[in-house]
T-cell receptor, first 113, second 114 residues
Framework: SQQGEEDPQALSIQEGENATMNCSYK?????LQWYRQNSGRGLVHLIL?????REKHSGRLRVTLDTSKKSSSLLITASRAADTASYFC?????????????FGQGTTLQVKP | DAGVIQSPRHEVTEMGQEVTLRCKPI?????LFWYRQTMMRGLELLIY????????DSGMPEDRFSAKMPNASFSTLKIQPSEPRDSAVYFC????????????FGDGTRLSIL
């Protein structure tokens, strides 16, 4: 079963606007990761936030994690047409050390030029 | 440095045929994952290996699916016999077997079973 649930399922914005995607999960985790998938390509790792971290930045990306609410958000600032892709959150189970990830269903982001 | 390499990129075959998908992980990575992606079910983990040993194959849909990793630089996913419902994109990913490591994905094999 899917661990992560992304919200919204689809998002359409204008270039230059910010995009926010949310992810909820159900069990304890070691970390939460965000990936991007361009059409016809594999997933690309964007950022990882550990369970003891609350916020992390990487370039135009900002990720927050609230373990009490079992939720995370990904903010892309000053979006570009090239950011058009599907975005997935993935959680690593906190009860094991296997590296196994459970992926959500993803948010499809369209950035209009 | 080369990423994860999958072959073929596209495969179209008739139902009942055997299908073999191939994956070369990133050199030095000791964990390998096979996923299947469909519109209906999203991204599903089929099986993963640590140090060439299958650890969890609970995601493999049926006995028609099998996976092997004969050495650290090669893995196969085989479907025999194939059925139309197996049509999907199959991804291979690799990582270092340590906590909090990202997975590196290949570009997938788009499989169509007619």
């Amino acid at each position: 079963s899917q661990q992560g649930e992304e919200d919204p399922q689809a998002l359409s914005i204008q270039e230059g606007e910010n995009a926010t995607m949310n992810c909820s999960y159900k069990t304890s985790i070691n970390n939460l990761q965000w990936y991007r998938q361009n059409s016809g390509r594999g997933l690309v790792h964007l950022i990882l936030i550990r369970s003891n971290e609350r916020e992390k930045h990487s370039g135009r990306l900002r990720v927050t994690l609230d373990t009490s609410k079992k939720s995370s958000s990904l903010l892309i600032t000053a979006s570009r047409a090239a950011d058009t892709a599907s975005y997935f959150c993935a959680t690593e189970d906190g009860s094991s050390n296997t590296g196994k990830l459970i992926f959500g269903q993803g948010t499809t982001l369209q950035v209009k030029p | 440095d080369a990423g994860v390499i999958q072959s073929p990129r596209h495969e179209v075959t008739e139902m009942g045929q055997e299908v073999t998908l191939r994956c070369k992980p990133i050199s030095g990575h000791n964990s390998l994952f096979w996923y299947r992606q469909t519109m209906m079910r999203g991204l599903e983990l089929l099986i993963y290996f640590n140090n060439n040993v299958p650890i969890d194959d609970s995601g493999m849909p049926e006995d028609r699916f099998s996976a092997k990793m004969p050495n650290a630089s090669f893995s196969t996913l085989k479907i025999q016999p194939s059925e139309p419902r197996d049509s999907a994109v199959y991804f291979c990913a690799s990582s270092l077997h340590r906590e909090s490591q990202p997975q590196h994905f290949g570009d997938g094999t788009r499989l169509s079973i007619l």
